[in-house]
């Protein structure tokens, strides 16, 4: 039987997976009662001679379709192309076209040697040249991807291939050198996790049965790996799986934002992109939430075709789910049926029919986005805290009718929107790298124990591996927490979420990150109340200048930093604060700086650094909200 696929891609698509025997090279066979006929493990050349593995969906002869030239879906996966866990091919299939999933470079039953993305624009074109001279096929291709699978087709529309006529990228990997795989020149060690946990469960080393126990080991053990960083050629399991270990320990010195992650670079090089329509899903505790925003407003700007954005209130890959870690936002949130949501794109684009796109919901305008917050906050039956929101149409994005405001840090840690107007004030505090501050939820793509995603009480317990303690980490002497009186009325914040901080160190690099927090105030089922988790983001101090330069800086020194937290859209209700929380790590979402000012991922011991919040008059540390005014509402 055909190998069952990761969990990651499981716990992305949120469906059964369709399982089937493994066919000989080019078998046809019967997709059951569908009218659908499967051609399985079709061994695809590429320009270089490596073949990658793909399976052809197409409607049954009998049907009356199959000789007719069709329109073509692809999907390029690592994660197995026998794994569809909403059943793509044979629904799409059935409904007249040909779809093709195809194992990308390296993984399970493809040749080559697996690279990250960089080999998918070249092997996409290469697939697509050989989809257009197929007899089923009419020359049109559409894509379409979530995650990984959507960083193909972003690879594609970059590349410009012709036959490209639409895609649809959910939560798809991109712009990674800015806030993708590093952010703010920190490295998000959800990859570090992918590729322990995940990534080698697709590669062509772990097939036989040594490497496979260590590997198995491996991502048992990866905790303690994560705890011993710098990661070096050689020096773990990884060894066994060289691509794999390459790639990450690269990653890990990596943090300039320049050609090394130009792949699917879509906010400095929009330029790149085909002009044709794009429909972007995201959500706003995904792990790509930051770039698929910044997506919509660059290829906005540049591409003449419509450019369509939907943000729900969604981790990775859970478009069908209303809930995640602690926190209901309402039955409405979830998609209905999103595969149909999907191919009625498709069939609006690549079969030229008219039907709801650009007419009704959900493609009545070119942005819809989930406010979330409007809910009772009391605990559902499921546990779960019901923060509850609604779907609202708008027309552009950021909101025209925003209204930045800054509020500021204020000494004894208030949040107002007056400038402090002391003369000098500052708050200290020790960032200790042997002693991080934990990652309780947030936007991070896969969790396994390591990571929690989504919407979380700021609070230790069971389910905190490196902070089981059930208390808040605003207890915790690192971590300085500004926050503004009861509200007296609802305030909104929907759009993107700048921190503009003055801060010192004692050492040539640290870093600084930031955390903004709906704070529910007590209540019945909460009676220590609820701090959740919105938005976070980091700067490492080096690349406080720019994100594709280093400069460390002089200790003792104050220096301004931006701190970008990725987008939103919440109701803070009356009677709620709003939060931010300043800090100097936030792990393991993000790698821990040893303070020491080496070079990336080589650094030979840590320091302990004395950081140093400023917030006066000279020296006005804030946090900028987009609020949308309440009479629009």
């Not at 059943?87 to 999933?101: E, F």
């Not at 939430?289 to 450019?307: D, E, I, W």
């Amino acid at each position: 039987m055909r190998r069952r696929a990761p969990a990651l891609f499981a716990s992305v698509c949120l469906g059964t997976g369709v399982w089937a025997p493994v066919l000989a090279q080019g078998t046809t066979a019967p997709g059951g009662d569908t009218g659908v006929v499967v051609t399985r493990d079709v061994m695809v050349p590429m320009r270089d001679g490596v073949r990658l593995a793909t399976d052809v969906y197409r409607p049954r002869p009998d049907s009356g379709a199959a000789a007719e030239k069709l329109p073509t879906i692809l999907i390029r996966t690592p994660y197995d192309k026998g794994f569809d866990p909403y059943a793509l091919g044979p629904s799409w299939a059935a409904h007249r076209y040909a779809v093709v999933i195809q194992d990308t470079r390296g993984r399970y039953e493809a040749e080559g040697v697996w690279h990250w993305l960089t080999d998918d624009g070249p092997d996409g074109l290469d697939t697509v040249d050989w989809i257009s001279r197929q007899p089923w096929s009419n020359g049109d291709v559409g894509m379409w991807g979530i995650s990984y699978l959507g960083g193909t087709a972003h690879a594609l529309a970059m590349a410009g291939d012709a036959h490209l006529k639409t895609v649809i990228p959910i939560d798809a990997v991109s712009n990674m050198g800015s806030f993708g795989l590093r952010n703010g020149g920190a490295f998000e060690l959800r990859f570090f996790n992918w590729i322990f946990a995940y990534g080698l469960q697709g590669s062509r080393e772990a097939r036989d049965s040594i490497n496979r126990r260590a590997f198995g080991d491996l991502a048992r053990e990866r905790r303690d790996f994560l705890r011993r960083l710098p990661l070096r050629l050689g020096t773990t399991p990884l060894q066994l799986a060289p691509e794999y270990e390459d790639w990450l320990v690269q990653a890990l010195d990596h943090g300039a934002n320049d050609d090394f992650w130009a792949q699917n670079d879509i906010i400095d090089h929009p330029d790149r992109y085909k002009d044709i329509p794009v429909y972007l899903i995201g959500g706003w505790y995904d792990s790509w939430a930051g770039s698929t925003a910044a997506n919509f407003v660059a290829l906005s700007r540049r591409l003449k075709s419509p450019v369509y954005l939907i943000m729900g209130p969604w981790i990775h890959g859970s478009q069908g789910q209303s809930a995640h870690g602690q926190v209901s936002f309402g039955p409405d949130a979830a998609m209905s049926q999103p595969s149909l949501w999907w191919q009625e794109w498709f069939d609006h684009f690549l079969k030229g029919k008219d039907n709801r796109v650009g007419k009704a919901p959900p493609f009545s305008s070119r942005v819809r986005i989930f406010v979330m917050g409007t809910g009772d906050h009391t605990k559902d039956a499921q546990g779960r805290m019901a923060h509850g929101g609604r779907w609202r149409d708008e027309r552009e994005w950021p909101l025209a009718r925003t209204r930045y405001t800054s509020y500021y840090l204020q000494p004894g840690g208030g949040l107002k929107t007056d400038v402090p107007e002391v003369e000098h004030s500052a708050t200290g505090f020790t960032f200790d790298p042997g002693d991080p501050v934990p990652t309780i939820g947030g936007n991070i793509s896969s969790g396994d124990g390591i990571l929690l995603q989504g919407g979380w009480d700021q609070r230790g317990g069971d389910t905190v591996w490196n902070w089981p303690r059930p208390v808040p980490l605003s207890v915790r002497k690192d971590v300085v927490v500004f926050q503004t009186p009861p509200l007296e009325t609802d305030v909104e914040v929907t759009g993107p979420i700048t921190v503009q901080l003055w801060a010192s160190s004692n050492r040539r690099d640290t870093d600084f990150t930031a955390k903004l927090i709906d704070v529910h105030p007590p209540s019945p089922d909460y009676p220590h109340g609820f701090d959740l988790n919105l938005e976070d983001g980091i700067i490492r101090a080096r690349f406080r200048d720019s994100l594709a330069r280093e400069r460390l800086m002089q200790p003792g020194t104050a220096y301004e930093f931006t701190i970008q937290l990725y987008p939103t859209s919440n109701v803070f209700r009356k009677g709620h604060r709003i939060r931010v929380d300043i800090s100097s790590s936030n792990f393991p979402r993000f790698d821990v700086n040893p303070n020491t000012g080496e070079p990336l991922n080589d650094n030979h011991g840590v320091l302990v650094a004395t950081n140093t919040i400023y917030h006066d008059r000279a020296h006005p540390s804030h946090v900028v909200l987009p609020i949308i005014p309440l009479p629009d509402r």
